[in-house]
């Protein structure tokens, strides 16, 4: 690059923009990128399709969302969501931070109750041991969960999400409701990353 000696930058081949590489000495205090995904052309196209289909999927989901609570483990988040549990603690996973109990662990998560509800509720699958665990609304069960002990080199997809249908009359004429995740078979819950309520009726 004219004027910084050491520098360069990619013509016509980074993708969504070209990059400016500069000298790893320079770098103090900054954050970095070391690695880059090559592509064919070809290849490209496709990629190019599937994060473009990708934005387009949580773009509805964002829409269709009545209430999201993206870290539980943060307790100055969990609070807005009126956290309780018992033998509960908070974790992290990638950097990112979750809660699990041994016991049980409860937010109150707002709703739409002309709508029909969906929770979806993100995991690991990386978990230490074999958990077993029930999803309540308002105590009712909507779901039980089994997470398998990883291992390594078992194909691990990391963070994955599943979703709960919720009955209508549980959410008949509230504006919030408690969601409980309680261990069983004397298993501990995983832990859970993320919690979000959607309208079920919407496009997503």
């Known amino acids: 690059m004219a004027g910084k000696p050491g520098n360069f930058r990619s013509e016509k081949v980074g993708r969504d923009s070209d990059v400016e590489l500069v000298p790893f000495y320079r770098l103090h205090r ?22 473009t289909a990708e934005r387009e999927r949580l773009r509805k989901r964002e829409a ?23 033998d509960t603690s908070s974790v992290r996973e ?14 109150d998560m707002p709703v739409e109750p002309e709508h029909p509800m969906t929770l979806i509720a993100t995991y690991h699958d990386e978990e230490r041991a074999t958990r077993t ?26 963070f994955f999400e599943v979703e709960y249908a919720i009955p209508p009359e549980l959410v008949k004429g509230k504006q919030k409701v408690t969601v409980r995740f309680q261990a069983t078979g004397s298993n ?17």
Do not use: C
């Open 94 to 107: 990638q950097g990112t931070p979750g809660r699990r109990a041994g016991k049980w662990f409860s937010f």
């Open 64 to 86: 269709a969302t009545v209430s999201f609570l993206q870290q539980p483990g943060e307790t100055l988040l969990e609070r807005d969501f009126n956290q309780q549990g018992e």
């Open 133 to 158: 665990f029930e999803i309540l609304v308002n105590g009712v069960r909507v779901g039980q969960q089994s997470i398998e002990r990883h291992r390594p080199g078992n194909g691990s997809r990391g």
């Open 30 to 51: 900054h954050t970095y990128s070391v690695y880059f995904d090559l592509f064919t052309p070809a290849e490209w196209e496709k990629k190019s399709a599937e994060i």
């Open 188 to 204: 501990e819950t995983a832990a859970v990353f993320g919690l979000r309520m959607v309208r079920s009726d919407a496009a997503r």
